[in-house]
């Protein structure tokens, strides 16, 4: 008997895709998008040395609504439940493409790498007075950790993947059965307990440390404390992951659509963001602070 390395990979034909996922990803990126235009809107004073409320209608209106939207994040208001409700739903369907990956490890590792690079860069962005304090453990870090927890979790569950006898026994064959109800279930049950801890400590009011703390370093990482001006701890994101893992492997186990009916040419804006989901997250913010910027000085502020 021989112990295997990797768990088989779940699908096998990799240029078909469900439409539906990648239609609620570039949602849930549009949605990240709207939330960041909202908050350069609600900082103008950051952009332009001469804005004032009163000089133009139109910009305060823009500007009353953007500060109205994001009041509502510590009213426990709109964009307290949008905020959380997109982002869950984002980390459910990287889970989900995780059950059609052919190697999760590799994945997880490449976008490690991507996060890395990030961090770095908002670093650099910190030095030179862009950014307050960079990112330490953010969406990226909390997605290529996630990945690599899920395909560690799926290569241990997959018992069948153990048992590489040409002619396997009787109990072979029930190891193999009962792998893969276990393979199935684990991430669900892993993640609703992971979800759960994490709702139960509130991971929304949790300590936010003002400086960064070599003790802490590790609580950024689970969720126990939150640095940076993106975080993302384990606990509770690894859970929605976890569960979106489940549901890829329950819900699309043929990868075919479940709304065949509603495919058309109608999707295909959002679609083209949710594919490219990596590349939005890296330019939109730069993309929208340019625009802005843009049609400010076009309206007569200045920089």
């Not at 241990?156 to 893969?180: C, D, F, H, M, R």
């Not at 929605?240 to 804006?269: F, M």
Request: hydrophobic share 50%; glycine share 8%.
């Amino acid at each position: 008997m021989k112990i295997a390395t990797a768990a088989k990979p779940i699908f096998k034909d990799k240029k078909r895709r469900v439409w539906e996922l990648d239609f609620l990803r570039g949602f849930a990126v549009l949605a990240m998008c709207f939330d960041h235009l909202m908050y350069d809107c609600s900082h103008p004073k950051d952009f332009f040395s001469n804005f004032k409320v009163g000089v133009n209608s139109f910009a305060d209106g823009v500007y009353k609504f953007a500060v109205s939207y994001w009041k509502s994040t510590s009213d426990y208001g709109f964009r307290f439940w949008a905020h959380y409700l997109f982002v869950f739903l984002f980390l459910f369907l990287v889970g989900t493409s995780c059950a059609f990956s052919r190697n999760n490890t590799r994945r997880g590792a490449l976008c490690g790498i991507a996060a890395l690079v990030f961090t770095g860069a908002t670093f650099v962005c910190k030095a030179i007075g862009f950014m307050e304090d960079g990112v330490v453990f953010g969406i990226l870090d909390c997605i290529a950790m996630s990945i690599l927890c899920t395909a560690a979790l799926d290569s241990l569950t997959n018992l069948g993947a153990w048992i590489t006898s040409p002619t396997p026994t009787k109990k072979q064959k029930a190891v193999v059965k009962a792998g893969e109800y276990i393979n199935l279930y684990a991430p669900l049950v892993l993640g609703a307990v992971i979800l759960f801890v994490g709702i139960f400590n509130q991971f929304w009011t949790i300590q936010f440390d003002r400086y960064f703390t070599d003790e802490h370093f590790l609580g950024y990482i689970f969720g126990k404390y939150a640095f940076g001006d993106d975080w993302f701890g384990l606990f509770p994101y690894l859970g929605a992951v976890l569960i979106g893992t489940y549901w890829g492997k329950a819900a699309y186990s043929t990868r075919a659509s479940l709304l065949p009916a509603l495919d058309g040419k109608w999707h295909k804006p959002v679609i083209f963001v949710g594919r490219h989901a990596l590349i939005f997250y890296f330019l939109h913010q730069v993309v929208l602070a340019g625009l802005f910027i843009l049609i400010g000085l076009c309206m007569g502020f200045s920089l």
